[in-house]
């Protein structure tokens, strides 16, 4: 069993930068499959990034591209997300997830959750 706990959350101005951190419980952090997803208020939870066991592969929702970086150290059971040039509608909690063995985009995949932190994008 993995335990997910998310940090980094908070209100910062368009344009602007956040990291999140998601750390994780137990031994075997390697073997899973991480993601990050948002959901919005009044909105569905929406896939936002991913990342394979080993960091090697990256995955990302069209509307993050080249603006969040998502990376992960097993050495510390952690993974990141990359927060740059926000936007108002970036505006959501923000939970990072796991399964075993690989990364997916979709959140019915995954086993375990975190229990999110807020990210507020001002205009």
């Known amino acids: 069993q993995v335990q997910l706990v998310e940090s980094g959350g908070g209100l910062v101005q368009a344009g602007g930068s956040l990291r999140l951190s998601c750390a994780a419980s137990?031994?075997?952090?390697?073997?899973?499959?991480m993601g990050w997803f948002r959901q919005a208020p009044g909105k569905e939870r929406e896939f936002v990034a991913g990342?394979?066991?080993?960091?090697?592969?990256?995955y990302y929702a069209d509307s993050v591209k080249g603006r969040f970086t998502i990376s992960r150290d097993n050495a510390k059971n952690t993974v990141y997300l990359q927060m740059n040039s926000l936007k108002p509608e970036d505006t959501a909690v923000y939970y990072c997830a796991a399964q075993k063995f690989r990364a997916t985009m979709t959140d019915a995949d995954y086993r375990y959750w975190g229990q999110g932190t807020q990210v507020t994008v001002s205009s």
């Open positions: 990342i394979s066991l080993g960091g090697g592969g990256t």
């Open positions: 137990g031994r075997t952090f390697s073997t899973y499959g």
